[in-house]
């Protein structure tokens, strides 16, 4: 058994806290809403259930992302929650460019996107945000959901893989 790495988290070990909160696996998610130029999107491991009654959900953007302002100011957004076969779309809304083109994609009827074939959804307004340090916390009250069976994506230790049941 290796030893415990200890640190006090601040600037000098930030590496550490990384590395620290790597150990928790996290399913992956893309995130989506209609900003002021059309439909954004985003991929998140910072995505929590709150409650059951009300239903509530959490994700946290980062400030310094290039699209946290579209976010930021939404008041409807859904989460897609991504399969384990499902990676090629997690690239995808990691890159800059035009996330939508080519994919099976509707519209809520309040005009947030949604992308096909994921794992589960949330379609969420938004119930409140909590400036948090260098990200801001989203809570979404959820307006309709859905889900199909399968294996989902997980996120664990800056690597990407899948979910094994144990016997």
Known sequence: MTADTEFTPGPDHARSLRDALGRFATGVTVVTTHGPHG???????????????????????????????????????????LAEDQMDLCRHFT??????????????PEGTP??????????????????????????????RACYRDGAPLIFSR?????????P
């Open 95 to 108: 890159q800059a460019d035009n996330h939508f083109a080519g994919l099976d994609m509707t519209t809520s």
């Open 39 to 81: 439909p954004v999107g985003l991929t998140a491991n910072s995505f929590a259930a709150v409650s059951l009654d009300p239903a509530l959900v959490l994700w946290s953007p980062a400030k310094t992302s290039r699209r946290f302002g579209a976010f930021a100011h939404a008041r409807f957004f859904a989460v897609h929650v």
């Open 114 to 143: 949604l992308i096909g074939g994921t794992l589960a959804r949330f379609e969420c307004a938004t119930e409140a945000t909590h400036d948090a340090g260098d990200h801001l916390i989203i809570i979404g009250r959820v307006l």
């Open 158 to 166: 800056g690597r990407y893989g899948g979910f094994q049941t144990l």
